[in-house]
């Protein structure tokens, strides 16, 4: 199935500070979303965006629909400890009912 | 509340024995979706199903089987077939039409371990 890249794999942030992850791929996507997975649970959906260019926010969180299509951004502004966790994105491309999936960013917020 | 449970949390099998993990659902959801999640890697689809009675193979179908009797329920078995069957399985549902219908809603996972 598709893949989508998704780096750095881990990331280490001072509590306070803006992280930026990205999401890319090598193909157009029509619905980007992003996740949110803490240890041993499920993923939990903390954003959608279905329009190349649209940004939207969830809290401290935003994210966008890059315009190539090709990519998605999502930002956590002045992280707190329970930020902690795995986000994934995902995307859907056209004409297609499933969901490719990224391997996940691990945000470890410092106190 | 409307949500999707998985039982149980966590499971454990001989190899060589069959396992049905459940999964159910009351968002009136049409699709749902079956995931197997190993360490530092994505998700990775087993099967899913659009509809009552109809399901398609994901990117991993082998060793396992589903079936979807009820709109509520698709539940999962891995065979014995499963060379590697350890795992935190994961199960999610999704509208079937309309602009959400990508928007796939997970539940709390099974962790499979079979020694």
């Known amino acids: 199935g598709q893949q989508l890249n998704q780096s750095p794999q881990s990331m280490f942030i001072q509590e306070g500070e803006d992280v930026s992850m990205n999401c890319t791929s090598s193909s157009i996507f029509n619905t980007w979303l992003w996740y949110k997975q803490e240890p041993g649970e499920g993923p939990v959906l903390l954003i959608a965006?279905?329009?190349?260019?649209e940004l939207t926010s969830n809290g401290r969180l935003t994210a966008q629909f890059g315009i190539t299509r090709k990519d998605s951004f999502l930002n956590i502004s002045a992280s707190i400890p329970s930020d902690v966790g795995i986000y994934f994105c995902a995307g859907r491309l056209s004409g297609n009912n499933r969901l490719a999936f990224g391997k996940g960013n691990q945000v470890v917020v410092i106190p | 509340d409307g949500g999707i449970t998985q039982s149980p949390k966590y499971l454990f099998r001989k190899e060589g024995q069959n396992v049905t993990l459940s999964c159910e659902q009351n968002?009136?959801?049409?699709?749902m979706y079956w995931y197997r999640q190993d360490p530092g890697q994505g998700l990775r689809l087993i099967y899913y199903?659009?509809?009552?009675?109809?399901?398609q193979k994901g990117d991993i179908a082998e060793g396992y089987s589903v079936s979807r009797e009820k709109k509520e329920s698709f539940p999962l078995t891995v065979t014995s077939a499963q060379k590697n069957p350890t795992a935190f399985y994961l199960c999610?549902?999704?509208?079937?039409?309309?602009?959400?219908?990508?928007?796939?809603?997970f539940g709390p996972g099974t962790r499979l371990t079979v020694t």
């Open positions: 965006l279905y329009k190349a260019g």
């Open positions: 968002l009136n959801h049409d699709a």
């Open positions: 999610a549902s999704a509208t079937a039409s309309g602009t959400k219908a990508y928007e796939q809603y």
């Open positions: 199903s659009q509809i009552v009675n109809d399901f």
